[in-house]
């Protein structure tokens, strides 16, 4: 049974408070779009797709909040909205994807609109649609994925990707889950992540939910256990991959693909195409998210540095695509040359989408 970090039940958008895990899993109401912005800004629900899964519902919360009085004024209020929501985190680009979508649906239904009922019924479908499908995706990616992890394996992982981050199975995690469901003895090895240890307190909380051996490791534990060769694979998420391959992701992927790479060890990347922006050529391009020092400083209660410390706080940082053995997509595992895989894995998805595709970028 997997937990559920998103909810859309009677027009109401409900999320668990990431942040209180793995002490109190507690659900909260979002009620105005400022609740959703401010959840998804303080980290009360993240993981790329979770925040675009979100962000499409916090769309229809901001539309009921303004209570526009006709189908022009609801239309000018969705733009509105949309930039705001789209400000929150500028890393993930499935937070961007999901608001494209969501103002592309409600175009493409302006024609047949008649009230303020019929778009918000046009909206309410396409995020159930974002969300539904953002399930399928997962559960593809992980069976695609699991076929990298070798029975016995010890598996690396960096910040939190299972259902928490996507409200399907995950995506780094849902290679694991796939793999120890189909039987595979497995150990995952869980970066604790800091500076807001979505490692320890979320993958590892997941882990043992799900009932897989889990081992946690400080970040600077992770050369250890790969010169102990106690890893075979490791398999993380990403929050933008660019289209020559270079991917973003939590602060400290990068850290540990140079590790991987210096120990021979395979470095897989799993995420579905609404992590793909083809408008990036590469890493340098993406914009990388800068958090409040506090959160090193003393994120979780004491003070552990000096007051008035200078403190360099980027989110995330860029594995380049040549430390990167494969990116495990809902399609199959693309390999190297990522250009011209990346780019053939989104003309099919244009292809089978009938040239309808959001692809991002
Ligand atoms: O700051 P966070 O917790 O939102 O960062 C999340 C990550 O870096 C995940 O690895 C990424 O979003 C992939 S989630 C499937």
Redesign the pocket.
Same mark, same amino acid.
Request: net charge positive.
């Given at each position: 049974m997997i937990v559920e970090p998103i909810r859309w039940q009677e027009g109401r958008l409900t999320i668990i408070d990431q942040t209180l895990l793995p002490g109190e899993l507690r659900y909260i109401k979002l009620d105005t779009v400022a609740d959703v912005w401010h959840a998804i800004k303080r @980290?009360s629900v993240? $993981? &790329?797709?979770a925040?675009g899964c979100t962000a499409a519902y916090g769309v229809l919360v901001g539309l009921r909040e303004r209570a526009p009085e006709s189908v022009d004024e609801a239309y000018a209020a969705l733009a509105e909205i949309c930039d705001y929501l789209d400000a929150s985190r500028p890393t993930?680009v499935n937070l961007g994807w999901a608001l494209r979508s969501m103002r592309a649906a409600a175009d493409a239904s302006r024609g047949g609109v008649d009230s303020i009922a019929d778009l918000e019924q046009a909206l309410e479908s396409e995020a159930d649609r974002i969300f539904e499908e953002n399930f399928e995706l997962c559960r593809a990616i992980g069976d695609h994925g699991a076929d990298v992890i070798p029975d016995g394996a010890g598996v690396l992982t960096h910040?939190? %990707?299972g259902p928490l &981050?996507?409200g399907g199975e $995950? %995506?780094a995690l849902s290679c694991v889950i796939r793999a120890h469901a189909a039987g595979k003895q497995l150990r995952v090895y869980a970066d604790e992540t800091r500076p @807001?240890l979505?490692g320890a307190r979320l993958t590892a909380w997941e882990m043992q939910q799900a009932g897989i051996p889990v081992t946690l490791i400080c970040d600077n534990t992770a050369a250890v256990v790969l010169r102990e060769g106690k890893i075979n694979v490791a398999i993380?998420?990403?929050?933008r991959i660019a289209a020559n391959g270079d991917a973003a992701?939590?602060i400290g992927t990068y850290g540990a693909a140079v590790l991987c790479h210096h120990h021979g060890v395979p470095f897989y990347v799993a995420a579905p195409y609404t992590t793909f922006d083809l408008s990036i050529a590469s890493g340098a391009d993406i914009p990388i998210e800068y958090r409040d020092p506090d959160e090193v400083t003393c994120g979780f209660g004491p003070r552990t540095a000096p007051a008035d410390i200078d403190v360099y706080t980027p989110?995330?940082d860029v594995t380049p695509a040549e430390l990167i053995t494969g990116i495990i997509t809902e399609y199959g595992i693309l390999y190297p040359p990522f250009t011209e895989s990346i780019r053939e894995a989104a003309e099919r998805r244009e292809r089978e989408a009938g040239g309808t595709a959001a692809v991002p970028g």
């Open positions: @980290l993240r $993981g &790329a797709p925040i993930a910040c939190n %990707t &981050a996507t $995950g %995506t @807001l979505q993380v998420g990403a929050d992701n939590k989110a995330f």
